[in-house]
């Protein structure tokens, strides 16, 4: 699915790189056009590289002397966002005016177009405005109205951006990205889990949590009401459909699965828990006064194991192996051990990283015997062909 974002010169616009991003994690392409002025608001560096793809801004580029092809940009877009949309876009898009990339490329959309005004409430208010909105309405755009409450002004009214989530969902139904986890509760743990040693140290890993907030969102963009259990991590989800709760330890993260567990149709285990903890934490910072240390460790409960061991009939459990040698024997041995519905192995080639990386490469095993490659693609694309498996074994 691909979108097209154009971001005209409101205040609002600090509000978008937030929304790119929610596309991006639930598989979505996005290109961006901006209008001269809105460079003022937002930053095209931050608009490119959130997109992964250049911003379109002038008819032109002065630079490389190639022309930007609004053509070609209406027949690549699935649906084009005009978000914020300010009033003087409104009345351009109303007359068929065509001074700025933009607006040449909404006269040459073949799909759907979307816009999301925001102004001041005297400005909203304005019967111009109003009929503007009206007659592109009648001409077939969508308009997500906009919110109450306070504005760049400093007044409150009728006039600002809704937040990314509300536009993120309004736009999702029409990039038909599919509801097909509607009214399914679903458990995703993510990241690293740390395990003190004393009040400042810890043991811990790599890990990001970036596949488990992929998953999270794809879920959640298809209609999922997710429960996401992370350890330390700085990624955050502003998904209104995904609630996280935030851990620190195996045993918090044990803790909070145990709690949920009995409420949920589908647990994915993408956390990269620590087997081990120190087994006495100290409780005062230990002070190197010898030579050598050791720290005598206890095993971790094994969440998935649990999941697997307390599933009903209709509960599902996908876990993640992480494998250096024997990866495929090794991965079903955990499928059958921890009593799971599907593992998903990390690929991992010599000289790559797994973790923190922005890409990835999985496996799928699971009990019926199939399995299926996913060749390298980002952590977005992955947590997609993830989601899209589980509808198979769900069944
Ligand atoms: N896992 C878990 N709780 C643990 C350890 C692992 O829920 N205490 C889950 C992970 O989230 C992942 C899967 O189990 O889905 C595989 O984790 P991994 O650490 O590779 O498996 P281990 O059983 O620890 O096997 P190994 O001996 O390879 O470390």
Redesign the pocket.
């Known amino acids: 699915m691909r979108i097209l974002i154009g971001i005209t010169a409101g205040i609002a616009a600090y509000k978008i790189p937030l929304l790119i991003r929610m596309f991006i994690n639930a598989g979505v392409e996005v290109r961006c056009i901006m209008t001269s002025d809105a460079k003022d608001f937002v930053s095209p560096l931050v608009i490119s590289t959130l997109s992964k793809n250049p911003v379109g801004i002038a008819f032109w580029n002065k630079e490389t002397g190639e022309w930007n092809n609004h053509v070609e940009y209406g027949e690549w877009a699935d649906v084009l966002l005009i978000a914020p949309c300010t009033a003087n876009t409104l009345s351009k898009m109303v007359s068929g005016a065509c001074d700025n990339l933009l607006l040449a490329v909404y006269l040459s959309m073949r799909n759907k177009t979307i816009v999301s005004p925001a102004m001041d409430l005297e400005m909203y208010q304005h019967p111009t405005v109003k009929r503007n909105i009206s007659v592109l309405i009648a001409d077939g755009v969508h308009v997500i109205p906009p919110d109450h409450g306070e504005l760049a002004s400093g007044l409150s009214g009728e006039g600002r951006l809704p937040e990314p989530a509300f536009i993120f969902e309004e736009v999702v139904k029409y990039l038909s990205l599919g509801q097909d986890f509607l009214n399914t509760q679903v458990l995703v743990?993510a990241g690293p889990t740390y395990e003190a040693i004393d009040p400042v140290r810890f043991i811990g890993n790599h890990a990001s949590g970036k596949m488990g907030f992929a998953l999270a969102e794809n879920f959640a963009a298809r209609g999922a009401s997710v429960t996401l259990i992370t350890g330390p991590t700085v990624l955050r989800t502003e998904h209104k459909r995904v609630q996280t709760i935030h851990v620190t330890s195996?045993a918090e993260m044990f803790e909070a699965v145990q709690r949920h567990w009995l409420d949920m149709d589908l647990g994915v285990?993408?956390?990269?828990?620590a087997?081990y903890r120190p087994i006495h934490p100290a409780e005062e910072k230990i002070k190197k006064t010898n030579e050598a240390l050791s720290i005598e460790l206890i095993k971790?409960?094994?969440?998935?194991a649990w999941a697997g061991k307390h599933k009903t009939a209709t509960q599902r459990t996908i876990?993640?192996?992480?494998?250096t040698n024997n990866a495929v024997e090794?991965a079903m041995e955990?499928l059958s051990r921890?009593h799971a519905d599907a593992i998903v192995l990390n690929v991992i080639e010599e000289n790559e990283k797994c973790f923190n990386s922005d890409t990835n490469k999985v496996r799928i095993f699971d009990v019926n015997g199939l399995s299926l490659e996913l060749p390298t693609a980002s952590k977005a694309k992955i947590a997609q062909g993830i989601v899209d498996y589980i509808t198979r074994i769900r069944l």
């Open positions: 743990t195996a285990f993408s956390a990269a828990v087997d971790n409960p094994d969440i998935l876990g993640f192996a992480l494998e090794n955990k921890k």
